[in-house]
């Protein structure tokens, strides 16, 4: 059965490094998405890519944050310059084409990122 | 503004004994519902979503979940739980005229031998 993977799965840096997350979304899927998780709080939505492009963001996803599509397979979040407050599980999803009108989105196993 | 409230952190139930993962949900339109499993480190699993179709959805392992209007809920069961159940459940809307998913918080559930 096709999956999201993710890696690494565990990412340890001290602040102010840039960090690179990297995702494999399924192959068919069009739509991309970045979530996060820190810890003991709600997951929640960073971004979505569609086309090549951004499609939604939210106020976490400030300047400090990209996200880029560099080949046909990887999808990649970068952080520039990490904070502490960046710690969390980071997970990456993808959806086929809007068909229906429900688009289920498909997560990978996640990356935790800890920053010192 | 949509969102959805897991009423528990935590539930505990006995192997064999039903399962009763409660959500309620905000949304001023009819939503698109679901609810995600987590196992340790592992990534989320889509159990069961709401399409409109049916308000009673069946979803993988032995999951269901009824979406009542009326009380604007959507509650997750399952008639006997298996000690494998044992895991994270988060309830998920999707937001009005977006594709970004709203969790819930969570809840862990434990399942006693």
């Known amino acids: 059965e096709p999956e999201v993977t993710q890696t690494p799965s565990h990412q340890v840096t001290q602040m102010g490094q840039e960090v690179i997350l990297r995702c494999v979304p399924i192959s068919n899927h069009l739509y991309f998405y970045w979530y996060r998780q820190i810890l003991g709080q709600k997951v929640e939505f960073l971004v979505s890519f569609y086309n090549n492009e951004i499609s939604e963001k939210s106020e976490i996803f400030d300047d400090q944050f990209s996200v880029e599509r560099p080949d046909g397979s990887n999808f990649t979040l970068k952080i520039r310059s990490t904070k502490l407050e960046d710690s969390a599980m980071y997970f990456c999803?993808?959806?086929?084409?809007?068909?229906?009108?429900?688009?289920?989105?498909?997560f990978g196993p996640g990356t935790r990122l800890t920053v010192l | 503004a949509q969102s959805v409230t897991q009423l528990d952190s935590h539930v505990s139930v006995s192997e064999g004994t039903p399962v009763l993962l409660r959500c309620n949900y905000s949304?001023?339109?009819?939503?698109?519902l679901f609810w995600y499993v987590q196992h340790p480190n592992k990534g989320l699993q889509l159990l069961l979503k709401y399409t409109s179709a049916a308000t009673l959805v069946k979803g993988i392992n032995g999951f269901e979940a009824e979406f009542k209007k009326s009380e604007t809920s959507f509650h997750l069961t399952k008639p006997s739980a298996h000690m494998s159940d044992a895991a994270e459940y988060f309830c998920?809307?999707?937001?009005?005229?977006?594709?970004?998913?709203?969790f819930g918080t969570g809840t862990r559930l434990k399942v006693l031998a």
């Open positions: 999803a993808s959806s086929e084409a809007l068909r229906l009108l429900i688009n289920e989105q498909f």
């Open positions: 998920v809307v999707r937001g009005s005229g977006t594709y970004k998913y709203i």
């Open positions: 949304s001023s339109y009819s939503p698109s």
